[in-house]
Each structure stands twice: as structure tokens, then as C-alpha cells.
């Protein structure tokens, strides 16, 4: 069965840094893009980061680049988001995903394209 499980998240204060984990279950990690969602209130779902099966093949969206690395640690199973300087605009609830497509490679894609998905993790960032 597989699954996906985030967590992390927390309330920060601007400037402040966050290491969201998402802990991958039923497949083998390895062969596997795994994708960073986000959804601020009010708002659409939108990417933030992937990883793909090759370790130099992330990407990371605009209003996160600088900030906000991906890290894949396929013998734990496990792919987390570093985020640093989180600002408030940062305020979201963020979901890990994955199309479960063999061989895939990371790139900006949207939320229709995954098949499975975490719960999600919040993180609010506020002073």
C-alpha cells in the first residue's frame, strides 16, 4: 500500500527555518520523482519542489529558490524540504506527492499529474 506521510511543520517566525519530512511507504523510493506541494489559504495548490530519481535532478520554484532545498534519502526512505528565511507568504499547508510513474524525471508539473498523496504538514509563519 503505498504511502505518504509529512511532517515537520510548525509555526516559525520570518527568518526563521523549518525541515519538512516525508516518509515514502509501499514502493521503492528510488525509482520515484517526489514532488512539494503547497496551499495558502484561499489559494490553489501550487508545486514548490521536486526530486527525481538522479540526485542532481531537483527543481525548485521561484518564490523558493535560494530558500528552500530538496533532499532525497532513498535507504531511509525518506525526502525532506530544508526551507530557510521562511517569510509569510510562506504560510501554507504543504502536501508531498507522487505521480508513482516509473522513471519520471522532476520538473514543474501540477497537482492533477499525482496519483498519491500525503495528509499534509502546516506551517505558518508569523511574528
Known amino acids: 500500500q503505498v504511502q505518504l506521510a509529512e511532517s515537520g511543520g510548525g509555526s516559525v517566525q520570518p527568518g526563521g527555518s523549518l525541515r519538512l519530512s516525508c516518509a515514502a511507504s509501499?514502493?521503492?523510493?528510488?525509482?520515484?520523482?517526489i514532488h512539494w506541494f503547497r496551499q495558502a489559504p484561499g489559494k490553489e495548490r501550487e508545486g514548490v519542489s521536486c526530486?527525481?530519481?538522479?540526485?542532481?535532478?531537483?527543481w525548485h520554484a521561484d518564490s523558493v529558490k535560494g530558500r528552500f532545498t530538496i533532499r532525497r534519502d532513498n535507504r531511509q526512505k525518506m525526502v525532506y524540504l530544508q526551507m530557510n528565511n521562511l517569510k509569510p507568504e510562506d504560510t501554507a499547508v504543504y502536501y508531498c506527492?507522487?505521480?508513482?510513474?516509473?522513471?519520471?524525471?522532476?520538473?514543474?508539473?501540477?497537482?492533477?499529474?499525482?496519483?498519491?498523496w500525503g495528509k499534509g504538514t502546516l506551517v505558518t509563519v508569523s511574528s
Open positions: 506527492a507522487t505521480d508513482l510513474l516509473l522513471g519520471t524525471t522532476c520538473h514543474p508539473t501540477t497537482e492533477s499529474n499525482m496519483r498519491y
Open positions: 509501499g514502493f521503492t523510493l528510488d525509482y520515484y520523482t
Open positions: 526530486t527525481g530519481m538522479q540526485f542532481s535532478n531537483t
